[in-house]
């Protein structure tokens, strides 16, 4: 029996060895057959790569020439090159075009066409100035817009232009003037000086035009406009004439802004408005030291009929050459006597009348009498009675002309 016994556990580990021997072999060629595998794909990848390289070479041997940008005669156009560039270059793509555009007239509106007229207008930009990122997007709206409408069969006219900028352009030609010739405008005269505008903006208002052709814009270069030229002159004065005659509009007495620096007159938005709580020392155009503002000064106006005088307060001192009133509150027990009375300028006898407007006045600020220079006071409220309801004389001098 033992004999047997050891006979059957002796086949049993034969078996189990043969089996652990097969699962090796197999194994074995497992990692054989995936070694094949991953050699075979390494071999194949690297056929490719080399076609790859092959095939770049081929493609550069059959365009072995540089690139060259052919020169293009002016106002024709323009001739393309055999080879492509190997970057982009917007100077060499772009050359070329604009002045073959405008030789050929593409962009020009024909006033004897029988096409359905479409006009705009480019918003001028300033010739004092140069275009920038907000100009171009205005200027690409509008050259879609405008090419949208030629090639859609209208008779499409997109006019430029140029603003002549007001103070601004003003100030840079004076400065030129003083600086070259030692001249002001006022040397020279009005038409003389319009004449100098003019031809500095034919010298300077080039670099505007030059950036318009480089963006593409298709205006119509021979219908160039400036704001001062004689026909929008002409127009601008044509167009008052007409909306006054229509009673659109009409001319009267009112306040403006006087530059004395400059010595013309300025729009609100060319002023800045500056409220000061105490005395501050300003840098004033003409002055070589700072001048004092904020300081309250009173003095007395003597009154008519030996009635004594009235005291105001005022910080623009300078403004009493052309006070045409002085308001009191209707309730201030100090000059309840005075209500319709007549305070008389020492200067030029001019009779100021002593008024009642209790929106302006206030009775604990200064004297609790406001002088009134109609001629400088802008910021009057509508309700005050110096505001509206009473008229009063402007008073027009000038301390820089002496007048």
């Known amino acids: 029996m033992e004999e047997a016994l050891d006979e059957r556990d002796l086949e049993r580990k034969l078996k189990k060895e043969h089996k652990a021997k097969e699962k090796e072999e197999k194994k074995l060629k497992a990692k054989q057959k995936e070694a094949a595998r991953l050699q075979a794909q390494a071999g194949s990848d690297g056929a490719r790569k080399s076609d790859k390289k092959q ?9 072995a020439e540089d690139f060259v940008d052919p020169d293009t005669p002016t106002g024709q156009k323009k001739l393309l090159a055999s080879q492509m560039a190997k970057q982009y270059s917007p100077s060499a793509v772009e050359k070329a075009w604009y002045t073959w555009w405008e030789s050929s007239q593409y962009f020009a509106a024909d006033s004897a066409s029988s096409k359905p007229p479409f006009v705009i207008i480019l918003p001028p930009p300033n010739v004092t100035g140069a275009l920038h990122i907000g100009h171009a997007i205005t200027v690409a709206i509008e050259d879609a817009m405008i090419r949208w409408r030629r090639m859609s069969g209208y008779n499409a006219l997109w006019v430029p232009g140029m603003d002549h900028a007001g103070i601004a352009t003003q100030v840079v030609v004076e400065r030129k003037l003083m600086r070259e010739r030692k001249l002001s405008r006022h040397d020279l005269g009005r038409e003389k000086f319009l004449h100098e505008v003019h031809n500095w903006k034919d010298q300077y208002g080039g670099t505007i035009l030059g950036q318009l052709r480089t963006l593409g814009a298709s205006l119509d270069g021979s219908r160039e406009c400036f704001t001062m030229d004689s026909q929008r002159s002409k127009a601008v004065t044509e167009a008052f004439f007409r909306l006054y005659k229509e009673g659109l509009i009409y001319r009267d007495i009112r306040i403006g802004h006087w ?41 007395a106006y003597p009154l008519e009929e030996g009635l004594g005088e009235i005291i105001v307060a005022t910080t623009r001192i300078e403004t009493m050459l052309g006070d045409t009133a002085i308001a009191v509150h209707s309730q201030d027990e100090r000059y309840k006597h005075l209500h319709g009375k007549y305070a008389i300028h020492p200067f030029n006898g001019r009779k100021l009348e002593i008024i009642c407007d209790d929106d302006l006045v206030q009775t604990n600020f200064g004297t609790g009498a406001v002088k009134n220079c109609r001629s400088h006071q802008l910021m009057i409220p509508r309700t005050s009675r110096l505001g509206n309801g009473i008229t009063l004389s402007l008073s027009i001098f000038s301390l820089m002309m002496g007048t």
């Open 55 to 63: 095939k770049k070479k081929g493609a550069i041997d059959e365009n």
């Open 259 to 299: 530059d004395c620096t400059l010595r013309t007159a300025i729009s609100d938005i060319e002023v800045d408005y500056l409220e000061l709580k105490e005395e501050t020392l300003l840098v004033v155009p003409g002055y070589n030291t700072p001048v004092q503002f904020g300081v309250l000064i009173s003095f």
